[in-house]
């Protein structure tokens, strides 16, 4: 099992430019998220999604868009970036079993910069 | 929302001293509490969590938290500090009300020197 992966794992931009972030698990989990990091201020909720073809805004989406359209994939989208999304993206998922149903699994991250 | 307070930036402790990491947590319902380390440009890994039942939960290597409803907290701690525990630790709190909203708290970066 890779367990949660990310590509890529680093990227540069220049502002007003787009890019998509994949995040892939193979653990067959219903949840996935995707969060970003920055210095003294923890992981925020960027967006979730609860299964296929469903998604739902956490607490910072603004200025994200997020696909579901296969189970074991979660992508990541940035339109337009602004030097504000420079962080560190991390996606996890989660499953619903019983007994497993609580840990998020995390990807390694990919880290953005927007010039 | 539910919200998570490390009160620490920053932690050093002796090798072979015993450790603790502090977490304050305020949820409107029963909390789901979580402890994840993190490494230098790695993700974040799972260490322990209290869902329910016994206040003292046991996790991955040989760390411990213990969930204290009166006092909203829930401590990280190990009786044993290595050198290779330092890393980033972060507590995290999810409502059970509200499933999918996890909160972490800014982290705590935990140093153990020899």
């Known amino acids: 099992n890779a367990g949660v992966t990310q590509t890529p794992k680093f990227r540069v931009l220049k502002t007003g430019q787009s890019m998509t972030l994949l995040c892939a698990q193979d653990?067959?989990?219903?949840?996935m998220y995707w969060y970003r990091q920055d210095p003294g201020m923890g992981l925020r909720l960027i967006h979730y999604?609860?299964?296929?073809?469903?998604?739902a805004k956490g607490e910072v989406p603004d200025g994200y868009n997020v696909s579901r359209l296969k189970k074991q994939n979660f992508l990541l989208g940035l339109e337009s970036a602004a030097p504000s999304q420079t962080s560190v993206y991390f996606c996890?998922?989660?499953?619903?079993?019983?007994?497993?149903?609580?840990?998020?699994?995390f990807g390694p991250g990919t880290r953005l910069t927007v010039l | 929302a539910q919200s998570v307070a490390q009160p620490e930036d920053q932690v050093n402790v002796a090798e072979g001293n015993p450790l603790t990491v502090k977490c304050t947590y305020s949820v409107s319902g029963n909390p789901y509490l979580f402890w994840y380390v993190q490494y230098p440009n790695r993700g974040l890994q799972f260490l322990l969590k209290?869902?329910?039942?016994?206040?003292l939960v046991k996790g991955s290597y040989g760390f411990e938290a213990e969930f204290n409803k009166s006092q909203t907290s829930f401590h990280l701690k190990k009786p044993s500090a290595l050198v290779s525990d330092s890393a980033l630790y972060f507590c995290a709190v999810r409502d059970m009300k509200n499933n999918n909203d996890m909160r972490f708290g800014a982290g705590t970066r935990l140093t153990v020197k020899p």
């Open positions: 209290y869902i329910t039942g016994d206040n």
């Open positions: 996890a998922s989660r499953s619903t079993s019983s007994g497993s149903r609580h840990e998020q699994f």
């Open positions: 653990m067959n989990h219903e949840y």
């Open positions: 999604s609860v299964g296929e073809g469903t998604t």
